[in-house]
């Protein structure tokens, strides 16, 4: 038996072949949570809903759909605690409401993080219970905003966690119930150990542009990250950069004073990152949760696009599209792997 498995690898690289691996790929969640009150604890209310999300290909704005289904809830007084309003899934500062309680809801979403927020009718106040799961939601896929972490729906992750405080307590979570599966390659092309990125906003409608540059320097732990050069059409204008993950908050420069180092470490090995970069302009506007880069690393090799490793004659994810909720606001972003180890 060693001596057929031998010859088949023998085979396998003599002919060419690229040995995959087979990864899930979570895009659906079941939201689930329980109110209890402080003193009695005892449960008041609970609900739950799936949440799928689909691509669409066409829309680069929006290139996301959510769908939410299956609703169920109780009340241990249906008359005077009660779903008040359909669920919200904000996204830079924009609400992003269903359009009916109970009903089927479909929702255009654009690649970014978001919390729930669950709106509850409580002796006649409207109370916005919120999620503390934060999801990333990019290109029909989901994955933790929080850590960055992949889901793993076989291992059944739960996002979320159950808040203690008082008054209410709200035990709550989200678990990957629905996924697909795709082949990413396992040949190591050689571990990128640089990257750099190149962003330009351009904004017709107020004739500005904004740009930033910045290097990653790969470590064992993570990254250290530098904005090497950050120019607005607008004079003191400011910035936030990092990464989309939610416990960190990124690094912060201005036209006056643009370059910034930052170190940024991972608890795992198999994460997903969008850069991500807020541009603030004089007279209270600027561009939010602009995307600038992505990198998705699996076993120790960087892919982009879900399964496309980067390699020396493919170094680059590149992407233009229009922010959302901006009027004629265009990003153009290139972020590349300069320098691979077997160089």
């Known amino acids: 038996?060693?001596?057929?498995?031998?010859?088949?690898?023998?085979?396998?690289?003599?002919?060419?072949?690229?040995?995959?691996?087979?990864?899930?790929?979570?895009?659906?969640?079941?939201?689930?949570?329980?109110?209890?009150?402080?003193?009695?604890?005892?449960?008041?209310?609970?609900y739950g809903f799936d949440l799928s999300v689909s691509?669409?290909?066409?829309?680069?704005?929006?290139?996301?759909?959510?769908?939410?289904?299956?609703?169920?809830?109780?009340?241990?007084?249906?008359?005077?605690?009660y779903h008040a309003a359909p669920l919200i899934?904000?996204?830079?500062?924009?609400?992003?409401?269903?359009?009916?309680?109970n009903g089927?809801?479909?929702?255009?979403?654009?690649?970014?993080?978001?919390?729930?927020?669950?709106?509850?009718?409580?002796?006649?106040?409207?109370?916005?219970?919120g999620s503390n799961a934060i999801i990333f939601i990019n290109n029909g896929n989901i994955f933790d905003g929080y850590y960055g972490g992949l889901l793993d729906p076989i291992a059944g992750k739960r996002l979320g966690w159950?808040?203690?405080y008082c008054p209410v307590k709200h035990q709550q979570s989200a678990i990957c119930t629905n996924f697909y599966y795709i082949h990413v390659p396992e040949e190591n092309y050689g571990s990128c150990m640089n990257f750099k990125s190149v962003t330009k906003i351009t904004d017709?409608?107020?004739n500005t542009?904004?740009?930033?540059?910045?290097?990653?320097?790969?470590?064992?732990?993570?990254?250290?990250?530098t904005v090497t050069n950050f120019t607005s059409s607008i004079p003191g204008s400011s910035y936030i950069y990092g990464p989309n993950i939610h416990y960190w908050q990124g690094a912060g420069g201005n036209t006056t004073n643009p370059a910034q180092?930052?170190?940024l470490q991972f608890g795992g090995q198999n994460y997903q990152i969008e850069w991500t970069l807020d541009a603030n302009l004089p007279g209270y506007y600027g561009y939010g949760k602009v995307i600038t880069g992505e990198l998705i690393r699996r076993n120790g090799i960087f892919y982009k696009d879900d399964s496309i490793p980067y390699t020396v004659s493919d170094p680059c994810f590149k992407l233009t599209y229009a922010i959302p909720y901006y009027n004629n606001v265009t990003v153009e972003t290139e972020f590349c792997c300069t320098l691979f180890a077997s160089n």
């Open 1 to 46: 038996m060693l001596r057929y498995l031998s010859l088949w690898i023998f085979a396998a690289t003599a002919i060419g072949l690229t040995i995959s691996a087979k990864v899930p790929i979570c895009n659906g969640l079941r939201y689930s949570g329980a109110l209890i009150k402080c003193g009695t604890e005892k449960a008041f209310y609970s």
């Open 55 to 81: 691509i669409n290909p066409k829309n680069s704005t929006f290139p996301n759909q959510l769908r939410i289904t299956n609703f169920e809830s109780w009340s241990i007084d249906p008359l005077s605690i």
């Open 89 to 101: 899934f904000p996204f830079n500062q924009i609400s992003n409401q269903c359009s009916s309680i």
């Open 104 to 129: 089927t809801c479909l929702l255009d979403f654009p690649n970014g993080a978001t919390q729930m927020l669950y709106p509850l009718m409580v002796n006649g106040t409207i109370v916005n219970y």
């Open 162 to 164: 159950d808040d203690p």
């Open 204 to 206: 017709s409608a107020r």
């Open 209 to 225: 542009t904004v740009s930033l540059n910045a290097e990653y320097l790969v470590t064992l732990t993570g990254f250290n990250v």
């Open 261 to 263: 180092s930052f170190p």
